[in-house]
């Protein structure tokens, strides 16, 4: 054996720290998840879009924010020393998309993407490196109406996937409002995103990290102090929820059927993006074992500017596929079927002599839209039923001597063992669509 064997023998099957591989079984939930997430965002007149997930690397570095792309974004030097990125988010591409075809496109623009991304963090429940993520965007209106049009959405996917207001609620804020309190206590505007950034961090640091964080941030002790103190006070009280642009929310979702009880108005929701401008939001789990946000989004009406457009309102948000996967099987509300093949007959073949016969009936099958597989390992009949078993196939149909001289099959109902003899024609009758 060469050196060179030697070593390809050694390789890992692991995937690459904090990605994963989707075998059947995973790709079926990830297909039923995406699937709710089309059927939703459709049913709100959303259009789909796609882009690259390799952009240049300064289409993050304007506006995305400290942490993304100091800590978390996958940035490679490319043959032509042009710096890439691994998509870390599908706003800027979003964004860019819009101001590239601005005079072409028609506003408002509903648009919605289903996009991989990656981000280096450290993989723990709920994060990984690779994600999925659904993203609903609105463009073009400005105005609660847009906004609680973005949130219903969220909510209305949580509730096709089997959701209910006791497992999962909504946290709001607004940066306007946020800003308005920082300007009171005497903030300057350029002090206030490094205070944004340390106040969404907050849970990730230390008590006494984040106090010596705020004095730096804000420019003293007395002011950071001040500024505490006023969030303090200011939290939970209903006089934010009086606010003409929350009180216009929460009429809104209400209307749409979203109770005020599943939403709470949260001061210290920051969202770690620099380019919101307005409400904030996200979606998260009741249960204490999924703390990760399952959907982030917000209003951002000044992005399109860095690529020299005019100002376009734009709200929407991201929905990634692992938090809700941890939270649907948490609540044990994934489907059963989806353990099952998607094989509905499957064709155990007597003898080798018969795989002619077997793959012209099953292809005869197949254009009578039923999913067929046919057994070519040339196993003993009793193996080739326990694959068929071990697959979940609801039938199973020999072709044997006796089969092909007579010109019917036994099917065998695999749930009760119940038998059949059939001729060719007849054997779609068992895959009929059943009415009530
Ligand atoms: P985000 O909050 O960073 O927002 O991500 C949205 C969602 O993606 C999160 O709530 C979470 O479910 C999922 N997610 C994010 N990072 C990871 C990760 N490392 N592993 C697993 N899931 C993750 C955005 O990306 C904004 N661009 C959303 C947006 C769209 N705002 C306006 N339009």
């Known amino acids: 054996m060469t050196n060179d064997h030697k070593r390809l023998n050694k390789l890992s099957t692991e995937p690459y720290k904090g990605v994963r591989d989707f075998y059947p079984e995973d790709q079926r939930v990830q297909n039923y998840i995406f699937g709710k997430m089309r059927e939703v965002a459709e049913s709100f007149g959303y259009s789909e879009y796609n882009a690259s997930v390799l952009e240049p690397a300064e289409l993050y570095e304007v506006k995305s924010g400290e942490e993304i792309v100091n800590e978390q974004m996958y940035v490679f030097e490319d043959r032509g020393g042009r710096r890439v990125a691994l998509r870390p988010e599908m706003t800027p591409t979003l964004a860019r998309m819009v101001a590239a075809r601005r005079r072409e496109l028609s506003l408002p623009l509903r648009w919605y993407t289903i996009a991989n991304m990656f981000r280096y963090e450290r993989p723990q ?11 609903c965007d609105l463009i073009g209106p400005n105005g609660p109406a847009a906004d609680a049009e973005i949130i219903t959405i969220a909510w209305k996917l949580l509730m096709s996937l089997g959701l209910k207001e006791e497992h999962v609620g909504i946290r709001v804020s607004h940066r306007g409002i946020f800003a308005d309190i920082l300007d009171k206590v ?36 007395d002011i950071s102090k001040k500024l505490l103190s006023r969030l303090h006070e200011k939290e939970g009280k209903s006089e934010l929820l009086a606010l003409t642009p929350i009180k216009a929310l929460y009429d809104l979702l209400s209307a749409s059927g979203i109770n ?26 009741k249960h204490p074992d999924n703390n990760r946000a399952l959907f982030g989004g917000g209003r951002y009406d000044n992005l399109l500017e860095i690529f020299g457009s005019e100002k376009i309102p734009a709200v929407g948000f991201g929905m ?65 039923v326990k694959k ?43 895959f009929r669509p059943k009415y009530d």
């Open 320 to 384: 990634g596929d692992v938090a809700i996967r941890n939270t649907l099987e948490t609540y044990r509300l994934l489907p059963e079927n989806l353990q099952m093949s998607s094989i509905q007959l499957y064709i155990c073949v007597l003898a080798e002599q018969f795989a002619g016969h077997a793959t012209a009936l099953g292809q005869n099958l197949r254009d009578k839209n039923i999913k067929v597989a046919v057994d070519y390992s040339g196993r003993k009949i009793a193996d080739q």
């Open 388 to 430: 068929a078993n071990k697959d979940a196939v609801p039938y199973i149909l020999f072709v044997g001597e006796e089969e092909i001289k007579i010109g019917k099959y036994r099917v065998k109902r695999m749930t009760d063992g119940q038998e059949r003899t059939l001729a060719e024609n007849e054997i779609k009758i068992l």
């Open 186 to 221: 005497g903030l300057p505007a350029e002090k206030q995103a490094v205070v944004r950034n340390l106040i969404d961090r907050k849970d990730k640091i230390s008590k006494g990290e984040f106090e010596e964080g705020m004095i730096e941030a804000a420019g003293g002790e």
């Open 260 to 285: 005020n009880t599943a939403i709470t108005y949260d001061l210290w929701l920051m969202r770690g993006f620099d380019y919101y401008t307005g409400m904030v939001f996200e979606v998260f789990d």
């Open 125 to 135: 429940r709920g994060r990984l490196r690779e994600h999925w993520q659904l993203n």
